[in-house]
């Protein structure tokens, strides 16, 4: 079994979840040599807070913080929105990051939103759509909730009932501005980062296209395809243990390599 000793998993949610999506597979991911960091991001769940406050900076700040108590090497994991989220620390803190892997993730150029990329495909894949018409609003269009049966149908279509069943109410609120996130990179920096992208071709929330138009943005990745829904963490958690072990264990002791990537766009 490839072993991941002394580096620190950090794993970073989605949109409407929290640090208990990574549960089931953290014990694999310890049990291949990795320390794991699983937190809770602010603006959404428990940590929903003013929801007039919540941005990627807060997300950052909060995560550089519980950062600053740990040592040595990072593998930055983003889930789904995360992967904004991820893109961005990995610019924040470079020289700590051996590299970042994306789960279905939004792997985003610089100065581009996800949802700029779906405005672009929706007219030819209207499935690029996702979770948006299923959305509940409140908070005067600040915050938003998933219903229990667009979880079920968009996110974890492919798990037993049972294991639906204790997920879909951990769910929570999400504030708009921990959400809809534009990460703003440079080529010195994140741009200069090993990174893998792991596809779940059964997904309904971020499909396959679209995942796929990211990898065409943000060229330069390394992509392995698993066949699971939006949270393959939950559906496949040794596969993805395995796939995010061997990359991590490539990374160790190389120095980051340039990458094919192209210019920021609006670059700060």
Request: glycine fraction near 10%; aromatic fraction near 4%.
């Given at each position: 079994?490839?072993?991941?000793?002394?580096?620190?998993?950090?794993?970073?949610?989605?949109?409407?979840?929290?640090?208990?999506?990574?549960?089931?597979?953290?014990?694999?991911?310890?049990?291949?040599?990795?320390?794991?960091?699983?937190?809770?991001?602010?603006?959404?769940?428990?940590?929903?807070?003013?929801?007039?406050?919540?941005?990627?900076?807060?997300?950052?700040?909060?995560l550089e913080q519980?950062?600053?108590?740990?040592?040595?090497?990072?593998?930055?994991?983003?889930?789904?929105?995360?992967?904004?989220?991820?893109?961005?620390?990995?610019?924040?803190?470079?020289?700590?990051?051996?590299?970042?892997?994306?789960?279905?993730?939004?792997?985003?150029?610089?100065?581009?939103?996800?949802?700029?990329?779906?405005?672009?495909?929706?007219?030819?894949?209207?499935?690029?759509?996702?979770?948006?018409?299923?959305?509940?609003?409140?908070?005067?269009?600040?915050?938003?909730?998933?219903?229990?049966?667009?979880?079920?149908?968009?996110?974890?279509?492919?798990?037993?009932?049972?294991?639906?069943?204790?997920?879909?109410?951990?769910?929570?609120?999400?504030?708009?501005?921990?959400?809809?996130?534009?990460?703003?990179?440079?080529?010195?920096?994140?741009?200069?980062?090993?990174?893998?992208?792991?596809?779940?071709?059964?997904?309904?929330?971020?499909?396959?296209?679209?995942?796929r138009r990211m990898?065409?943005?943000?060229?330069?990745?390394?992509?392995?395809?698993l066949d699971t829904?939006?949270?393959?963490?939950?559906?496949?958690?040794?596969?993805?243990?395995?796939?995010?072990?061997?990359?991590?264990?490539?990374?160790?002791?190389?120095?980051?390599?340039?990458?094919?990537?192209?210019?920021?766009?609006?670059?700060?």
């Amino acid at each position: 079994m490839p072993d991941a000793h002394g580096i620190t998993a950090v794993l970073i949610h989605g949109a409407w979840a929290g640090g208990w999506v990574w549960d089931t597979i953290a014990p694999h991911l310890e049990a291949r040599g990795f320390r794991v960091l699983a937190p809770d991001l602010p603006g959404c769940g428990a940590r929903l807070g003013d929801p007039a406050k919540a941005s990627l900076t807060g997300c950052v700040d909060d995560l550089e913080q519980q950062l600053s108590a740990v040592s040595g090497p990072l593998l930055l994991v983003g889930h789904s929105g995360g992967g904004a989220v991820a893109t961005q620390l990995a610019e924040a803190v470079s020289e700590r990051v051996i590299g970042v892997a994306y789960l279905a993730g939004m792997m985003l150029p610089s100065g581009m939103g996800f949802g700029e990329i779906v405005a672009e495909m929706v007219d030819q894949h209207p499935e690029a759509a996702g979770i948006g018409p299923h959305l509940e609003w409140e908070a005067d269009g600040l915050v938003s909730r998933v219903p229990a049966t667009a979880i079920r149908e968009i996110f974890l279509q492919d798990v037993s009932d049972a294991t639906a069943a204790a997920a879909i109410p951990h769910f929570g609120p999400q504030a708009e501005g921990s959400r809809t996130l534009v990460p703003h990179w440079t080529r010195e920096r994140f741009g200069q980062l090993p990174r893998l992208y792991v596809e779940a071709r059964q997904d309904r929330s971020v499909v396959l296209p679209v995942q796929r138009r990211m990898q065409q943005l943000v060229p330069g990745a390394q992509v392995v395809s698993l066949d699971t829904a939006h949270v393959p963490q939950v559906a496949a958690p040794e596969a993805v243990a395995d796939i995010l072990t061997t990359f991590a264990e490539e990374q160790v002791g190389v120095t980051h390599p340039a990458t094919n990537l192209p210019k920021e766009k609006n670059p700060q």
